[in-house]
């Protein structure tokens, strides 16, 4: 694990947590003690002076394109993923408050008394305090994933890196390590070839916003030790998306 001693490489990154990294090795919902390790990890790099906004994804609650395969409405199903977004966003924003933490959530859906409404400027000054900023329901708009969420709120606070973290990979790999125990594992990677290979970084439409806005994507194991920290340390770790 790096030393706190060193300086971070980056000020400001964006994390973006799929709804399974909050599953542990439950089948659905989420483990406190899986939520616990990650806050414990997020605020040791805030500590270190890094300014950390963080999207989450719903995926261990509802996923909207599950729902569409059963014969819901896209829209519908895509809203009601967006709130379960809100429920991790909560879960993730008690355990890190539990850790000394200062957090803000916001929404991009109106849900006053839960979340602050998303407010650009804000998010920023809330960032400049100090704080942790958890990013929830994703964009507020349906047939946009939390992946574009999190391309877009990295964009829009003028984060330096968009660190997307996996859940049981290393990285990104030319085939899925899952079913194909011989896929190689790739460290590093432009933007346009993984959009032309159709590697699983993240969705197309917020893998071509990165390109086209030259954000850096680190695609890491979150169930690694430390790996957060090594990568604000200027550790590689895992997979490099960059131009």
Do not use: W
């Amino acid at each position: 694990m790096p030393e706190n001693g060193t300086k971070p490489a980056f000020r400001r990154v964006l994390l973006k947590l799929s709804g399974e990294a909050l599953m542990g090795d439950r089948q659905f919902g989420t483990d406190p003690d899986r939520i616990d390790a990650i806050a414990a990890e997020v605020k040791a790099v805030a500590e270190r002076g890094v300014e950390i906004g963080i999207v989450v994804g719903g995926g261990n609650i509802f996923r909207g394109l599950a729902g569409t395969a059963v014969g819901m409405d896209r829209s519908t199903g895509d809203y009601m993923g967006m709130l379960a977004t809100v429920l991790n966003a909560l879960a993730l924003q008690d355990a890190l408050e539990r850790q000394g933490a200062h957090t803000r959530v916001q929404s991009a859906l109106d849900i006053q008394e839960v979340a602050e409404s998303y407010i650009r400027r804000k998010a920023i000054r809330h960032l400049e305090k100090g704080r942790i900023v958890i990013f929830a329901a994703g964009t507020g708009n349906p047939f946009f994933t939390t992946d574009t969420a999190a391309a877009l709120r990295a964009l829009e606070i003028h984060a330096e890196a968009l660190l997307m973290a996996k859940h049981g990979v290393e990285g990104v790999y030319d085939a899925d390590p899952r079913e194909q125990p011989d896929a190689k594992f790739i460290p590093e990677i432009t933007h346009r070839s993984a959009i032309e290979q159709r590697l699983a970084v993240m969705d197309s439409t917020a893998l071509s916003l990165c390109m086209d806005n030259s954000l850096p994507i680190y695609v890491f194991n979150m169930d690694g030790d430390a790996n957060i920290d090594r990568i604000v340390s200027g550790e590689r770790v895992g997979t490099l998306v960059s131009t």
